[in-house]
């Protein structure tokens, strides 16, 4: 009986063990190698978070300067014609990261400023920062995702604000939920007449022809030691599969191994501004002219961001190629990657000028 009663107490340990793990365990963010995808994952308790903060991009942004800049000038403008209108400032930092967009608001004179995170130690971090720097009296800091915010005297926001400030962009612009983020933003924690930042985003695309890049989607024979090959099944080689999206910088590839066969084509525009409503699974067709004989292979794509409401700031991830002054601009934006498609084999077709 003892021995039972051991086993049925042992048992509901084990359970309770097991539940107590699942409740204080946390999810982090991560791609599935296999798939390619972004997908959440459960780390256990006493997870160190900060080698995923060492691991991030927040680096490459806080040493960026053309985006910092960027970021910087249409806050100023934007501060002032709150001010030239007669309006209290009040701004709202959506992934503030480290909050240095925030302590920008408070040095161009915002009179209040509700920054949020959702990853917890990086808005730790925040919190330092912004104490070190003098400006904990003015930065608020929410950890919680922007649709949890609340509005009221009780709430997060002690009332709407009327400058929204987000830096929630990847390489692809749209894959780290922008979209829905500036959407709820403006119905939600907005007041009517606010000042977005940036207020829209367009998105464009080049074909490119390169043996090079190509071959990042074919598996080729790999020489492992004098003499000693590992050559891939024939069918394996046979499959080109499905179109797949690189991440690059474009200073890393040299420029004669690929051929430009089209002008950059605008292929979309996204507002942020609630002017224009946004539709989440729209398709376009676009026609565009060659430049010259080739096989269409790759897709280069890249975007570019209206930092003011009037569209006189821009912020451009594209190669060096496309951008208003070709001398003086950076070779890529730091912490934005170009991206590109390598498209399917079945689908490749050779143009002929």
Not at 83 to 103: E, Y
Not at 150 to 165: F, H, M, R, S
Not at 286 to 299: A, F, P, Y
Not at 321 to 347: H, R, T
Request: overall charge negative; hydrophobic content about 40%; glycine content about 4%.
């Amino acid at each position: 009986m003892n021995t039972l009663l051991n086993k049925i107490f042992r048992t509901k340990i084990d359970i309770v063990t097991k539940l107590l793990n699942i409740n204080m365990s946390k999810f982090t963010m991560t791609v599935n190698p296999i798939i390619g995808k972004k997908e959440w994952v459960q780390k256990p308790e006493y997870y160190d978070y900060y080698q995923e903060v060492a691991r991030s991009s927040y680096a490459d942004m806080l040493h960026d300067k053309e985006r910092n800049e960027k970021y910087h000038a249409a806050l100023k403008k934007a501060v002032q014609s709150m001010r030239d209108q007669g309006r209290p400032v009040k701004v709202l930092d959506i992934g503030t990261g480290t909050g240095l967009l925030s302590m920008m608001a408070a040095r161009a004179g915002a009179d209040s400023i509700v920054a949020c995170e959702v990853f917890h130690p990086v808005a730790k971090c925040a919190e330092d920062v912004i104490k070190q720097n003098g400006f904990e009296d003015k930065i608020k800091i929410i950890l919680k995702h922007s649709t949890d915010l609340t509005v009221g005297p009780e709430g997060d926001l002690k009332e709407k604000a009327n400058i929204l400030i987000a830096e929630v962009f990847d390489t692809e612009l749209i894959g780290e939920g922008a979209l829905r983020t500036f959407q709820h933003a403006v119905k939600f924690l907005l007041e009517p007449n606010c000042i977005v930042i940036p207020s829209s985003a367009s998105v464009y695309a080049q074909i490119i022809e390169s043996s090079l890049i190509s071959s990042w989607n074919t598996l080729s024979p790999l020489n492992i030691a004098p003499g000693k090959v590992i050559i891939p099944p024939k069918k394996v080689t046979s499959c080109h599969g499905s179109a797949a999206v690189h991440d690059v910088q474009m200073s890393q590839i040299p420029q004669d191994k690929f051929k430009v066969l089209t002008e950059p084509v605008y292929v979309f525009e996204f507002s942020f501004t609630g002017e224009k409503s946004i539709e989440m699974n729209e398709t376009f067709i676009k026609q565009v002219t060659s430049v010259t004989s080739g096989n269409c292979e790759i897709i280069f794509m890249w975007w570019d961001l209206k930092m003011d409401m009037d569209g006189d700031i821009i912020l451009n991830n594209g190669p060096k190629w496309v951008q208003p002054d070709p001398d003086q601009a950076q070779v890529c934006i730091q912490s934005f990657m170009i991206y590109l498609y390598i498209i399917n084999y079945f689908y490749s077709k050779n143009i002929v000028t």
